[in-house]
């Protein structure tokens, strides 16, 4: 099963280099190219419908891969992006995201369970649809900030945790001379090529001016490299490897440091663990329970990020949970805990994830205790994002969603009060 899907990768992937490689210029030879089975197995209804849908899929994924080549090229110099030769490609290739993300939140398509999929496509969509605005309307500038990040989303379904292929290394690459390192992790991250990011993200961290002349990048690499050993590989040797770097670097922020510090004391721990294989619902949903009762002992305030190795195995638990049981009956306790997770760990990829794991939440089961802990959540969480310094201001829209929103939160009973 393994090689067999391997080589199926492998051969639609190096078919690509022939027909795109050629346009770019960029044809990189494959040297290999390894995958892993789906972590969740298909159900035995339905078993063909699954296959055409996971073919589907797949190929939304390479037309994706390819479109993220070309933009990540286009994107990376201001140069490139504003030269009028490429205005038409750089517009093809927004208006195939936005698609692809329009079709990828079609009900019944993708082939992996976890409501994320749904929720992240959901945002996906609108972001590549403001980019493609935006090229239409001729504000260039803005659209380039929004597709210099995309990759955000690609990243944000892909290192939920071990689930779906990984390679080690894809046929295409961007013309990566405009690219700095962070980009390139990036790149790599979003297109599954883990390994690659990793060694990328770790060439960031060990740059010994990056903290002082690029210290929020910096970070992000770290948090970013983090999350592929925490998920992904489920490496401790990995993770405790770029937490030394943090630790031992001479510049390093000092709250930084402290967190690296307790990454580590977390990362020691872990592998200390007798290996666990939870693979019930019930088993699961114990689990993440553990994980994130041990974080919240550890942090010291509410959002501290000592305890992010912690919220890092507790969220990859929860997709798991929530990919094989998206119905059962923990799957509002799992969307609730999921939100909270991110609001901690935010930003990881994307500033908006807890939000919509709470608007879920709210939704997945209304007029209950955990709708209205989900409903208090969101609504702090917006107050928060609405306030600087001149106020809290919602906008009227966004006032309407939260009555909308309280009401389905509520009891039942009170909501004729
Ligand atoms: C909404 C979630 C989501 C987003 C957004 C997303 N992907 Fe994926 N992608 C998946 C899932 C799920 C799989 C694995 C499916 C499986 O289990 O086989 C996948 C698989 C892939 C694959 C492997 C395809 C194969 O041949 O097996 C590639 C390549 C890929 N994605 C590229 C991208 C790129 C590039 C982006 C961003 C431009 C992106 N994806 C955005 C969910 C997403």
């Known amino acids: 099963m393994k090689n067999i899907y391997g080589i199926l990768v492998f051969g639609v992937l190096s078919g690509l280099v022939l027909i795109e490689g050629q346009s770019l210029g960029i044809a990189e030879t494959v040297k290999s190219s390894k995958s892993q089975p789906s972590a969740q197995a298909s159900p035995q209804a339905g078993e063909q419908k699954s ?42 290739n927004t208006k195939k995201l936005m698609d692809r993300a329009h079709e990828m939140s079609e009900k019944g398509l993708s082939p992996d369970a976890d409501p994320t999929i749904k929720m992240v496509s959901g945002l996906f969509q609108d ?54 390192a962070l980009e390139q992790g990036r790149f790599y ?19 010994p001016s990056a903290p002082i002349q690029r210290p929020l990048e910096w970070e992000q690499a770290i948090r970013s490299g983090l999350a592929i050993a925490v998920r992904v590989k489920k490496d401790p040797d990995q ?14 922020p000092y709250f930084l440091k402290q967190d690296a510090a307790q990454w580590k004391v977390s990362i020691v721990k872990w592998r200390e663990e007798i290996p666990r294989r939870a693979l019930t619902e019930a088993g699961l949903h114990v689990e993440a329970m553990q994980l994130i009762a041990q974080a919240r002992e550890l942090q010291k305030y509410p959002m501290d990020h000592s305890a992010d190795v912690l919220y890092l195995r507790a969220t990859a638990v929860l997709h798991e949970l929530m990919q094989t049981a998206p119905d059962g009956r923990f799957s509002q306790d799992a969307l609730f805990l999921a939100g909270m997770c991110y609001d901690i760990l935010r930003p990881l990829h994307l500033d908006d994830l807890h939000e919509i794991y709470y608007e879920a939440c709210i939704q997945k089961i209304p007029h209950s205790p955990t709708a209205e802990t989900c409903y208090r959540r969101y609504e702090q969480s917006t107050y928060e994002g609405y306030t600087g310094s001149s106020g809290t201001h919602i906008p009227e829209e966004m006032r309407l969603k939260l009555e909308r929103l309280e009401s389905l939160a509520r009891p039942e009973k009170s909501i004729n009060f």
């Open 189 to 207: 991250a979003a297109t599954r090529q883990y390994d690659r990011a990793l060694d990328t993200f770790l060439k960031v961290v060990d740059d």
């Open 51 to 92: 296959h055409k849908n996971e073919s589907k899929w797949r190929e939304k994924m390479q037309d994706l891969y390819r479109a993220l080549v070309e933009l990540t090229t286009d994107a990376s110099s201001e140069q490139r992006f504003n030269a009028p030769a490429n205005h038409s490609r750089i517009e093809k």
């Open 127 to 180: 972001e590549t649809k403001r980019a493609y605005w935006a090229l239409k309307s001729g504000n260039r500038a803005y659209a380039r900030g929004i597709l210099n990040q995309v990759s955000s989303y690609c990243i944000a379904c892909h290192t939920r945790n071990n689930s779906g292929p990984s390679f080690a290394s894809l046929p295409l690459e961007p013309v990566s001379k405009g690219l700095d």
């Open 239 to 252: 993770a405790q490897a770029l937490v030394e770097r943090v630790i031992a670097s001479k510049k390093a």
